[in-house]
């Protein structure tokens, strides 16, 4: 058919089109081609039962994933200098499950499998060791490089590891030694990490992040950040890690988010950052004030902070740093696994003072008051725990604890020998947490839903035990919540999950939160659910209250508000406890009585274990020893969930 004859035909189709009544302008005129619609055509068609299969239809989490984001290997300067000998691939297998032998000779295997790690080896020094114990000639050209090899070699491992981290600490290491980014040393250490994690990587049964940790340092205060990859090594290996030796790096944060950003536009990856160990900062881990540039925070840091670090990392060998005694000294469970003697190296002393700007909850505080200045909140995290082991072994078992490093793996004498020495103060090894783990509520164990749900703040933070725990805020949760056995159904239809917010408070109306606890299967019972709310008050000061929501047994308050502890049943000598106390599971629905909707607030979960063994008494039953009077030989696990925030008029 010839166009001329096609356009007559299009007109006239238009013209008619454009006089076609609407379908739906008038009852009397509407038509469909498959019937009439009447209520009980549409009733059929909409079943008013919900399906016979209460999991049918489900679309959300349904259980928690525990994994460690914290893992470093013999890749490590530090590690390495330690005695490390196994490499990203070892700890990818005993994260699996698998038995290995510790870098000390020891067999080790976990109690059960982790779902998921990432190994975060530092980034400066990136596989050094591993090149100079196989005595690479590259290393060996270089005269420093040739001398410890030699040391090695002739069983002087121990001094020339000091040697190594003395130099590498003084930045007095030949030049061109250490690998940098750039060079050939480099990109083949970071593609052997890459190769392990995508070789050990098995979507829906363990997932193996691809990371690195930017240690930076400077003058001893930890301002840490692991940072991990959502993608393959496809992805992942287009860009070096950063580090912070200058000029190619640096150890300022705004420095690691703009690498981040540039990373993300060069390679089209997604990226997040994780900084730990706030309590070894010496103030500065949590700042109003930059320590880079003695001028108050400002939105842009605000807003590239909580978009590249959603998480923290508030518990870890290193100490835990959810709160302290100074900070709140009204709750009785804030002295836990304190390490508060220095930064770092412990080459300045702590000052009261700094606690502020150095832990979890009073970050948390702070960052409502600066959200009310500029309209970001900057600590606006998520909790999880990780082990920052040295020795490839994620290890958070109280009775399975192999250190923090290779020298600290188990032994007689690991407890009483100094952990960290200095002029100023000394660490012991009986000091040293076995915490923790990340728990991450996804729907699968894919890289791509773990990291989508770090993210969202859909997380927890456990020194250990593998309890499951629920969290969910909103205006209309009812006692008779907390009998649904599926608890979650509930939480995700009338409110929000951990790491959620709720916005402009419903007239008359006070926030309502549903919490539950499954303890741990191989573990202890519960001794309670605390929920903490903390908020700026009418006058801007921050505020906290802990409030015990719901505990075992039939405990009251006395007159001072305080609920009696549940009791212990650890015999210390045997290294045994007994679940005669607490309870295997605890859910409850609370309103917050004190509720003002002008004020901004959060609020999370703490759940409580009953009194159990400390890794220390393991250690005396097993080798037959006594421990120092000083050392703790009992310990009440936990778990931290992400808060769910309030802001008012939003």
Known sequence: MKTKNILPLLVRAFTIIAFIPPIFAAEETAQTDIGTLDKETAAKAFPSKPPYSPYAGRDFPTRPFFGDTHVHTSFSMDAGAFGCR???????????????????????????????????????????????????????????????????????????????????????????????????????????????????????????????????????????????????????????????????????????????????????????????????????????????????????????????????????????????????????????????????????????????????????????????ELGVNPYKFGLVGSTDTHTALATADADNFFGKASMSEPSAGRAIHPFIKAKNATIMGWEQTASGYAAVWAKENTRESLFDAMKRKEVYATTGPRMVVRFFGGWEFEDKDAQDRLPARVGYTKGVPMGGDLRAAPSGKSPTFLVAALKDPMGANLDRIQIIKGWVDKVGKTQERVYDVVWSGDRKAGSDGKLPLVGNSVDVPNATYTNSIGAPELIKVWKDPDFDPALRAFYYVRVIEIPTPRWTAYDAKYFGVTMPKEVPMTTTERAYTSPIWYTPGS
């Open 86 to 372: 196994l490499g990203p691939a070892d700890a990818y297998r005993f994260a699996k499950g698998e038995e290995v032998t510790a870098s000390g000779g020891q067999r080790a295997k976990l109690s059960r499998p982790l779902d998921f790690i990432a190994v975060t080896d530092h980034s400066d020094g990136f596989g050094f060791f591993p090149e100079l114990f196989s005595g690479n000639p590259e290393i060996l050209k270089f005269p420093q490089g040739r001398k410890w090899y030699d040391m090695l070699q002739s069983g002087q491992g121990a001094a020339a590891a000091f040697e190594i981290v003395q130099n590498f600490s003084q930045g007095t290491m030949d030049k061109g030694l250490v690998p940098l980014p750039g060079t050939p040393a480099y990109k083949g250490a970071w593609q052997e990490i890459i190769k392990a994690a995508d070789e050990a990587n098995d979507p829906g049964r363990f997932t193996a992040f691809i990371g690195f940790e930017w240690t930076s340092n400077t003058g001893g205060n930890n301002l840490h950040r692991n940072v991990i990859f959502r993608d393959n090594g496809l992805r992942a290996g287009q860009v070096e890690p950063y580090i912070t030796q200058k000029p190619l790096g640096s150890d300022n944060p705004r420095d690691l988010w703009k690498w981040m950003a540039a990373c993300e536009e060069k390679t089209g990856a997604s990226v997040l950052a994780l900084a730990h160990n706030g309590n070894l900062s010496n103030g500065i881990m949590f700042p109003i004030v930059e320590s880079f540039t003695g001028k108050k925070i400002d939105r842009e840091y605000a807003e590239n902070r909580m978009r590249w670090e959603p998480l923290y990392e508030c518990t870890q060998i290193k100490g835990d740093g959810e709160t302290h005694p100074f900070l709140s000294p009204n709750d009785e469970f804030a002295n836990f696994e304190r390490w508060d003697k220095g930064n770092l190296d412990l080459s300045v002393l702590k000052k009261p003072e700094m606690f502020e700007f150095e832990y979890a909850r009073s970050a948390l505080k702070n960052g409502l008051k600066m959200e009310a």
